[in-house]
């Protein structure tokens, strides 16, 4: 009888055991679960901030393309230009000689450097640019006396303008009802590219015509 009674408990006592056991793999299985959700969570993460990333290089690579794209079209557009600037400073110059604004044609012409700030002089014959004027040279292509137009020049037509320094106009050749412009006297000081004169001194700008 003892040993009956011995055999039901020592089987309930391996089935505690076997629980127990069990209940011990449960958890451990959970904690390996959660430390894989864990670490699925923060690879998910960094492929979402990787992705972001991507996103962002594609945009800025866009962004450069666009930049690279548009420059190319403005080169092509200002080596296309110089093709009609031929044609279009021969007709500005017709229609200011038209006006008969310029004293008799002279073989140098004064123009005016607009990066250097200061007169120089064109050799129509030649095609020589000059900061001054030749010693042996008398005289130069230039304007009667000033009025309230002014006269420029064109870096970009290579040609004559007018500017109204009274209405701010600006005209590539003298209204008929004027007949007379404004332009620096020729023996304005020169200056050089360096940001001084010949003889040194500061840059120079652009001096006030007469009657201004």
């Not at 110089?82 to 229609?95: K, M, N, T, W, Y």
């Not at 620096?184 to 020169?190: D, G, N, R, V, Y």
Request: hydrophobic share 30%.
């Amino acid at each position: 009888a003892g040993e009956a009674e011995r055999r039901p408990r020592a089987a309930v006592a391996e089935l505690e055991q076997e629980r127990g056991l069990a209940d011990q793999a449960r958890a451990q299985a959970e904690e390996e679960l959660e430390r894989e959700r864990h670490l699925a969570g923060q690879a998910n993460a960094r492929a979402s901030e990787a992705e972001q990333g991507a996103r962002a290089a594609r945009a800025e690579l866009e962004r450069e393309r666009d930049l690279a794209r548009q420059a190319r079209a403005q080169a092509e557009e200002e080596l296309a230009e110089p093709e009609q600037e031929p044609d279009l400073a021969r007709r500005a110059r017709a229609q200011a000689e038209e006006v008969g604004t310029l004293h008799e044609p002279s073989e140098w012409e004064e123009s005016w450097s607009s990066a250097l700030q200061c007169p120089r002089y064109y050799n129509i014959e030649t095609g020589e640019i000059a900061w001054s004027l030749p010693e042996d040279c008398a005289k130069v292509g230039t304007l009667h006396e000033p009025s309230e137009w002014e006269e420029s020049w064109s870096d970009t037509f290579q040609c004559r303008c007018y500017y109204s320094k009274e209405t701010g106009e600006m005209a590539w050749s003298l209204p008929e009802d004027c007949a007379k412009a404004a332009l620096p006297p020729p023996s304005a000081t020169l200056r050089t590219h360096g940001g001084h004169e010949r003889g040194g001194g500061p840059l120079c700008r652009r001096t006030a015509s007469p009657a201004s």
